[in-house]
């Protein structure tokens, strides 16, 4: 080679080399989250929790927890089925006992079901009744943690965060529950409310009352009167207007003979039928705020009523932002969240 061309070669290494070394060290750290959820009330958050391990694998967060507001002994065992298939079964697992919702579900009984006496989706966990409190749970998360760097993805009943908000210290932390959510938490991401009008099926503009607020109002009530920290409200309008194609159920998830997301779309309803992806908005605007998958609304107060219906109050120093959704952002959020949802464990 000639001796320029030799030159050349050896300044576009290292040119390479420097700035790939760059680019490793500018690399954001993955975002420590908490994911807590209502698990086997709705399909979308079984979706969500395929959408947090595809970002873990990605090197984009860290799932420090699952915490779970459906009373139900069936509920622990799930989710650990899922981490398991994702390789991740040792994430600690925490529950309420709160009698909120405590019927199984349509596909929490996945976690039973054996082929030749084998566990289809293999786990440890038996029952929610052998892990702890998820007041435990939460409270040991947040200890480990560095300070103003974790976010909670509330994807279910407002039970588990209301009551971290008296929680007092123990031998986990000398910090009392309020404390440590200041101290620990970065912002929190609740899939509660409603920000718009929703029309009937005669085609009439109604104030919607929103599932996770209505079954546990008192929580939900305090979480918008005393969380210290920024809330981020992903309303029922954002998850109507993404509905996960019932095609991706059926043609994605067939790289395994059996996979516990289509397993639980299916025994929730049968496909044809396209979900809303109410829970996985929350936790893809968390991990990835600066990519344009939602609009924001101006900063204010989100308040609950004593009948369940949301209100939101603009206010340039308010704690509260919702999620909004133009045409353009619904294709491409639609997409990530279907690839992110049937991304193979790895």
Not at 133 to 156: F, H, M, P, T
Not at 243 to 269: C, F, N, T, W
Request: net charge negative.
């Amino acid at each position: 080679m000639p001796r320029t061309k030799r030159l050349f070669a050896i300044l576009v290494f290292w040119v390479v080399a420097v700035i790939g070394k760059s680019v490793a060290v500018q690399a954001d750290p993955p975002v420590p989250l908490i994911f807590d959820t209502d698990l086997g009330n709705d399909v979308d958050d079984v979706l969500a929790m395929g959408v947090i391990h595809a970002l873990q694998s990605r090197g984009e967060c860290e799932l420090l927890a699952v915490t779970i507001t459906k009373d139900h002994e069936l509920a622990a065992p799930f989710a650990d089925a899922i981490n398991t298939f994702y390789g991740r079964g040792d994430i600690p697992i925490g529950v309420c006992h709160s009698g909120v919702t405590p019927h199984e579900g349509s596909f929490n009984g996945l976690a039973e079901v054996q082929d030749e006496e084998e566990d289809r989706f293999p786990h440890d966990l038996r029952r929610g009744s052998d892990v702890p409190d998820a007041i435990e749970v939460l409270r040991q998360a947040l200890s480990d943690a560095k300070d103003n760097s974790v976010v909670i993805a509330q994807v279910g009943f407002s039970t588990n965060l209301a009551d971290l908000l008296d929680a007092p210290a123990d031998d986990v932390s000398p910090l009392t529950g309020r404390e440590l959510i200041e101290k620990k938490v970065k912002m929190i991401s609740v899939m509660a409310g409603t920000f718009t009008k929703i029309r009937n099926d005669q085609g009439v503009l109604y104030d919607h009352k929103e599932y996770n607020v209505i079954k546990d109002l008192q929580s939900a009530q305090k979480l918008s009167k005393e969380w210290p920290t920024p809330i981020l409200w992903s309303g029922y309008e954002i998850g109507i207007a993404l509905r996960y194609p019932h095609q991706s159920i059926e043609q994605d998830y067939g790289y395994v003979m059996h996979h516990p997301l289509s397993e639980a779309y299916v025994a929730y309803k049968p496909p044809p039928h396209d979900r809303p992806t109410w829970d996985l908005t929350c936790v893809l605007q968390l991990v990835r705020p600066d990519r344009d998958y939602f609009g924001l609304s101006p900063r204010g107060t989100v308040r609950v009523a004593s009948d369940g219906v949301t209100g939101f109050e603009e206010d340039a120093s308010g704690r509260d932002r919702y999620l909004m959704l133009s045409e353009p952002q619904a294709v491409r959020t639609l997409e990530a969240l279907q690839m992110l949802a049937s991304q193979p464990p790895h």
